[in-house]
């Protein structure tokens, strides 16, 4: 991994690439430099930009840079100044969306090789003719030529995940019979047509990438040894690396999500590469999508699936993830928890991308770090201040005569608030009442695929000590014991709502939390009813379909149920677990790219999801519920599980009202309606820098 090497003249020190995001805030060139200055300190070998239209047609949407425009100049400026000051590389990634343009965005129709419907855009694009293919090829040599003129290290063209290039390699979307398509030769045509054009733009030398599609993951595409066809020819005509990307928006197989095991598609690009060498193309590979640690990285480097690796969200929880590991210390690093709640759903809109588990992404410039991070090139020695008290580490004491504050509840709002606190030099105290930290992500954590969320608490307990924060765990503390502090955070998060149950001593009734506890005991009857069915009961319902619940999957039994969830038909045995929700959609609050994995998930194994019931009693057999056309209908059950929400756990925010002691309420316990874990880091980062 820290091997370095070179995409055809940039040489880079090591092995990981930051991949490429879309992040709806490039038109603030402020915003943009802050966010890229942090991740080349932090030691990416190279960045690549989020996507930037060649054209006004090929725009992914109104927050999409088109090349050539001033708000691309002004951005591209902003973006080269920081990421070179800080001694890194960036890459401009040329974008054309074809299908995947919406109309709406500037009254264009979308252009693509064929009119085949878009489920993504919801709209049938025009087929180019040959003039507009040919223009297109204009826009992308132009764009290549822009690129190298404004200083840019390099060029991705992107070329895989359903967009415009793609597009034409695929037989489900290029339905032509010309010299752009009809077969396997042609379909290869406009992708080779593309690289050449960026290549004679660009000039000889200089370092173009291509995002090439291992795998569509669409039923009627090419298959992969089309691709592989395809990286062949893309070598041998000069692209200097090939990025493998995987599925498309429209693809029913998930490629981004947490229940994506690790590392799953490497093996994608691992063929691709073993296909390059048997043509003796030495043209390195870069394998992409849920590498989340640099130990996953480091295999797969090691045992030659790929020559490099690229991390995109992975940068957004931790800017610095190469420094702290290159400085050995690889349990200061944020990992990312694939939940694509404050990233991808929102690249999906025109919210500005951020981060679940990092709620400064995208706002570094607004957020300024006090005392340095672990791993940053000029930071102070590190572990200095973690056996010390608060605020008199040497990072820590040009703060020390500040009053100290009590944080109560180590959940997501209270651990990023004691965090950010510290970081400004602020004495913190945090109280939890459980006997570990984490709160509602311990629940988590237990759920197939988001073991991950484990490595958040991983995180802030080595975070937090080295930032001198104090941790007391297992004290419910009373608003009279904190007295001492000049300002109470009170993060005491939320509790189960609790529901009226006719009937309810007939059967066992259980809150979500004792549910959470005891999965392997649910698992072993015959039914279990989880009235309520928004994020919770669904990682439920996950949890309980598991073999074996709540204990942590190794990589083989990850491996297994992906396959048992995503390739086999939709399962028939009822698995005995029924989700009733009275309104609303079954998962709503999961983000758009998550809930139908999540969804697929469940009826993969036969869950049933019923909506518009309501629970009129318990009997000895089940609950009895009036349907949605009103009859009755009897679900057999010998548990009754409750996530119905939740309410604000508000005791010791009265008792500091009470006695007067200043306090401010953050997270669930300042409202638990709507409640999202995004919402909670966002609290604890702003009311720990406004204190
Ligand atoms: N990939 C692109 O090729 N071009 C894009 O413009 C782009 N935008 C993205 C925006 C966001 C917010 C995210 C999270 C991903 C985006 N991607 C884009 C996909 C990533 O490059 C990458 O393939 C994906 O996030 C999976 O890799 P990871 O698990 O390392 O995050």
Same mark, same amino acid.
């Given at each position: 991994?820290?091997?370095?090497?070179?995409?055809?003249?940039?040489?880079?020190? =090591?092995?990981?690439?930051?991949?490429?995001?879309?992040?709806?805030?490039?038109?603030?060139?402020?915003?943009?430099?802050?966010?890229?200055? %942090?991740?080349?300190?932090?030691?990416?070998?190279?960045?690549?930009?989020?996507?930037?239209?060649?054209?006004?047609?090929?725009?992914?949407?109104?927050?999409?840079?088109?090349?050539?425009?001033?708000?691309?100049?002004?951005?591209?400026?902003?973006?080269?100044?920081?990421?070179?000051?800080?001694?890194?590389?960036?890459?401009?990634?040329?974008?054309?969306?074809?299908?995947?343009?919406?109309?709406?965005? +500037?009254?264009?129709?979308?252009? #693509?090789?064929?009119?085949?419907?878009?489920?993504?855009?919801?709209?049938?694009?025009?087929?180019?003719?040959?003039?507009?293919?040919?223009?297109?090829?204009?826009?992308?040599?132009?764009?290549?030529? &822009?690129?190298?003129?404004?200083?840019?290290?390099?060029?991705?063209?992107?070329?895989?995940?359903?967009? &415009?290039?793609?597009?034409?390699?695929? #037989?489900?979307?290029?339905?032509?019979?010309?010299?752009?398509?009809?077969?396997?030769?042609?379909?290869?045509?406009?992708?080779?047509?593309?690289?050449?054009?960026?290549?004679?733009?660009?000039?000889?030398?200089?370092?173009? /990438?291509?995002?090439?599609?291992?795998?569509?993951?669409?039923?009627?595409? @090419?298959?992969?040894?089309?691709?592989?066809?395809?990286?062949? !020819?893309?070598?041998?005509?000069?692209?200097?690396?090939?990025?493998?990307?995987?599925?498309?928006?429209?693809?029913? /197989?998930?490629?981004?999500?947490?229940?994506?095991?690790?590392? =799953?598609?490497?093996?994608?690009?691992?063929?691709?590469?073993?296909?390059?060498?048997?043509?003796?193309?030495?043209?390195?590979?870069?394998?992409?999508?849920?590498?989340?640690?640099?130990?996953?990285? %480091?295999?797969?480097?090691?045992?030659?699936?790929?020559?490099?690796?690229?991390?995109?969200?992975?940068?957004?929880?931790?800017?610095?993830?190469?420094?702290?590991?290159?400085?050995?210390?690889?349990?200061?690093?944020?990992?990312?928890?694939?939940?694509?709640?404050?990233?991808?759903?929102?690249?999906?809109?025109?919210?500005?991308?951020?981060?679940?588990?990092?709620?400064?992404?995208?706002?570094?410039?607004?957020?300024? &770090?006090?005392?340095?991070?672990?791993?940053?090139?000029?930071?102070?020695?590190?572990? @200095?201040?973690? @056996?010390?008290?608060?605020?008199?580490?040497?990072?820590?004491?040009?703060?020390?005569?500040?009053?100290?504050?009590?944080?109560?509840?180590?959940?997501?709002?209270?651990?990023?608030? !004691?965090?950010?606190?510290?970081?400004?030099?602020?004495?913190?105290?945090?109280?939890?009442?459980?006997?570990?930290?984490?709160?509602?992500?311990?629940?988590?954590?237990?759920?197939?695929?988001?073991?991950?969320?484990?490595?958040?608490?991983? +995180?802030?307990? =080595? %975070?937090?000590?080295?930032?001198?924060?104090?941790?007391?765990?297992?004290?419910?503390?009373?608003?009279?014991?904190?007295?001492?502090?000049?300002?109470?955070?009170?993060?005491?998060?939320?509790?189960?709502?609790?529901?009226?149950?006719?009937?309810?001593?007939?059967?066992?009734?259980?809150?979500?939390?004792?549910?959470?506890?005891?999965?392997?005991?649910?698992?072993?009857?015959?039914?279990?009813?989880?009235?309520?069915?928004?994020?919770?009961?669904?990682?439920?319902?996950?949890?309980? /379909? @598991?073999?074996?619940?709540?204990?942590?999957?190794?990589?083989?039994? #990850?491996?297994?149920?992906?396959?048992?969830?995503?390739?086999?038909?939709?399962? *028939?045995?009822?698995?005995?677990? *029924?989700?009733?929700?009275?309104?609303?959609?079954?998962? !709503?609050?999961?983000?758009?790219?998550?809930?139908?994995?999540?969804?697929?998930?469940?009826?993969?194994?036969?869950?049933?999801?019923?909506?518009?019931?309501?629970?009129?009693? &318990?009997?000895?057999?089940?609950?009895?519920?009036?349907?949605?056309?009103?009859?009755?209908?009897?679900?057999?059950?010998?548990?009754?599980?409750? #996530?119905?929400?939740?309410?604000?756990?508000?005791?010791?925010?009265?008792?500091?009202?009470?006695?007067?002691?200043?306090?401010?309420?953050?997270?669930?316990?300042?409202?638990?309606?709507?409640?999202?874990?995004?919402?909670?880091?966002?609290?604890?980062?702003?009311?720990?820098?406004?204190?």
């Amino acid at each position: 991994m820290f091997t370095p090497g070179a995409i055809g003249t940039l040489n880079l020190p =090591h092995r990981i690439v930051m991949g490429s995001m879309h992040l709806n805030f490039e038109s603030d060139p402020r915003a943009l430099g802050a966010f890229y200055a %942090e991740r080349a300190a932090g030691g990416a070998a190279l960045i690549v930009t989020g996507g930037t239209a060649v054209n006004r047609e090929g725009s992914g949407g109104r927050t999409y840079l088109v090349s050539g425009s001033g708000a691309f100049q002004e951005a591209a400026g902003a973006a080269l100044e920081a990421v070179h000051d800080a001694g890194g590389r960036l890459a401009l990634q040329l974008f054309h969306a074809g299908r995947y343009a919406f109309e709406e965005t +500037y009254g264009l129709r979308p252009l #693509a090789p064929s009119p085949v419907w878009s489920a993504y855009s919801r709209s049938t694009p025009a087929a180019m003719n040959p003039e507009q293919i040919a223009q297109t090829l204009e826009d992308f040599a132009g764009a290549a030529r &822009l690129a190298r003129e404004l200083g840019f290290d390099a060029v991705e063209i992107m070329g895989s995940e359903g967009y &415009l290039v793609n597009q034409f390699a695929s #037989a489900a979307t290029n339905l032509r019979d010309d010299d752009w398509g009809g077969d396997a030769v042609r379909r290869r045509a406009f992708p080779l047509a593309v690289l050449a054009a960026v290549r004679d733009a660009a000039g000889p030398g200089f370092p173009v /990438i291509f995002r090439l599609s291992g795998d569509d993951l669409v039923p009627g595409s @090419s298959p992969p040894a089309e691709y592989a066809a395809l990286a062949t !020819a893309l070598a041998a005509a000069g692209a200097d690396a090939l990025n493998i990307g995987i599925g498309w928006h429209e693809s029913q /197989i998930p490629t981004v999500q947490a229940l994506v095991p690790h590392g =799953h598609w490497l093996p994608v690009a691992a063929r691709i590469k073993a296909v390059l060498a048997e043509h003796a193309c030495p043209v390195p590979v870069i394998g992409s999508n849920r590498i989340n640690s640099l130990g996953q990285a %480091e295999a797969a480097l090691a045992a030659g699936q790929v020559d490099f690796v690229s991390m995109a969200r992975p940068f957004l929880a931790d800017p610095r993830i190469v420094a702290k590991s290159s400085a050995g210390r690889p349990e200061l690093v944020n990992t990312c928890i694939a939940c694509n709640e404050a990233c991808i759903d929102r690249s999906l809109g025109t919210e500005p991308v951020s981060c679940l588990v990092n709620p400064r992404a995208g706002r570094e410039a607004a957020y300024p &770090l006090e005392v340095q991070p672990a791993g940053m090139r000029s930071g102070p020695a590190e572990g @200095s201040s973690r @056996s010390a008290p608060a605020g008199s580490g040497p990072a820590l004491s040009r703060f020390a005569a500040r009053p100290a504050v009590a944080v109560a509840g180590a959940g997501p709002a209270g651990l990023q608030a !004691a965090a950010t606190l510290a970081s400004h030099g602020v004495p913190v105290v945090l109280f939890e009442a459980e006997p570990g930290i984490g709160g509602q992500f311990l629940l988590a954590g237990k759920v197939p695929g988001k073991a991950d969320f484990l490595e958040t608490i991983r +995180y802030f307990e =080595h %975070e937090l000590p080295r930032l001198g924060v104090r941790i007391r765990t297992g004290v419910r503390v009373q608003a009279a014991e904190l007295t001492g502090f000049s300002h109470v955070v009170v993060a005491t998060g939320v509790l189960p709502r609790t529901v009226t149950l006719p009937g309810r001593e007939m059967l066992p009734v259980l809150d979500y939390r004792a549910a959470f506890a005891a999965p392997a005991a649910l698992r072993a009857l015959p039914g279990v009813a989880v009235v309520g069915a928004g994020g919770i009961a669904v990682d439920l319902a996950h949890l309980l /379909i @598991s073999p074996t619940p709540g204990r942590p999957e190794t990589a083989q039994q #990850a491996a297994e149920r992906f396959a048992r969830e995503f390739s086999g038909p939709p399962g *028939t045995d009822h698995a005995g677990i *029924t989700l009733l929700r009275r309104g609303g959609r079954i998962g !709503a609050g999961i983000g758009p790219s998550t809930r139908w994995a999540a969804l697929q998930a469940l009826r993969s194994a036969g869950v049933r999801m019923l909506t518009g019931v309501t629970v009129r009693y &318990l009997t000895d057999a089940g609950l009895l519920v009036s349907g949605p056309e009103g009859g009755d209908l009897l679900i057999p059950a010998d548990a009754v599980v409750v #996530a119905a929400g939740q309410v604000e756990n508000t005791e010791l925010a009265r008792g500091l009202q009470a006695q007067g002691t200043a306090f401010s309420v953050i997270g669930g316990a300042a409202s638990a309606a709507g409640l999202n874990a995004v919402r909670a880091f966002a609290e604890g980062l702003e009311c720990g820098t406004a204190l």
